[in-house]
Nanobody
Framework: QVRLVESGGGSVQIGRSLTLSCEAS????????MAWFRQYSGKEREGVAA???????SYATSVRGRFVINRDNGKNKVYLMMDDLKPEDTAMYYC??????????????????WGQGTQVTVSS
């Protein structure tokens, strides 16, 4: 059974940095696509960043240049390093995993396994 647990969320000021972690268990992470999504209150979940089995990265336009996704296969973890945070980055952030991807790596429908989420709040 694949299990994903996020951590690292919190409240930060505008312009500061935060790193989210996703610890995975129950599968071999190198063989899975991993991604971070976020969901604003009352909105649909949207893709933020993804990393595939060859470690190619994909980013939403809104975060490109500010966020970086990477993985540490030895620790079964995936990270989302977020710099220059803005109020519009305030959301619940979710880690997701998929054994294969047919379409967009930032499409929620492509992912099978999800964590419970961690809240990020950016304010002045």
């Amino acid at each position: 059974q694949v299990r994903l647990v996020e951590s690292g969320g919190g409240s930060v000021q505008i312009g500061r940095s935060l790193t989210l972690s996703c610890e995975a268990s129950g599968y071999a992470p190198t063989r899975y696509y991993m991604a971070w999504f976020r969901q604003y209150s009352g909105k649909e979940r949207e893709g933020v960043a993804a990393i595939d089995t060859d470690d190619w990265e994909s980013y939403a336009t809104s975060v490109r240049g500010r966020f970086v996704i990477n993985r540490d296969n030895g620790k079964n973890k995936v990270y989302l390093m977020m710099d220059d945070l803005k109020p519009e980055d305030t959301a619940m952030y979710y880690c997701a995993a998929a054994a294969s991807i047919d379409g967009s790596k930032l499409d929620t429908s492509e992912y099978t396994y999800w964590g419970q989420g961690t809240q990020v709040t950016v304010s002045s």
